[in-house]
């Protein structure tokens, strides 16, 4: 079993930042992929960013340019920084862990932008 703990969200103004951190524990096998997913009120989940512990990443096109996802593998750990931010990036964000045998996801984390 891999667990998975998002921190970092909160409420910021338009054009601010924030980073988001997800811890995973747990028996963490080689070949895994890491994503930040999102939720906006009303809608369904959508992948934000992934990457995969040999450093390949995937971006949503919203996000290019403003938003840079991390891991640092010696401590299991993501990050997604994120810069510029605008009023629709408003959502719960989670923190998913995959591999061939789990697919893990985390609490969830709010993030808040106003206008």
């Known amino acids: 079993q891999v667990q998975v703990v998002e921190s970092g969200g909160g409420l910021v103004q338009a054009g601010e930042s924030l980073r988001l951190s997800c811890a995973a524990s747990?028996?963490?096998?080689?070949?895994?992929?890491m994503g930040w997913y999102r939720q906006a009120p009303g809608k369904q989940r959508v992948l934000v960013a992934t990457?995969?512990?040999?450093?390949?990443?995937n971006y949503v096109d919203s996000v290019k340019g403003r938003f840079t996802i991390s891991r640092d593998n010696a401590k299991n750990t993501m990050y997604l920084q994120m810069n510029s931010l605008k009023p629709e990036d408003t959502a719960v964000y989670y923190c998913?862990?995959?591999?061939?045998?789990?697919?893990?996801w985390g609490q969830g984390t709010q993030v808040t932008v106003s206008s």
């Open positions: 747990g028996t963490i096998s080689r070949f895994n992929t």
């Open positions: 998913n862990f995959r591999d061939f045998r789990i697919d893990s």
């Open positions: 990457i995969t512990d040999g450093g390949t990443i």
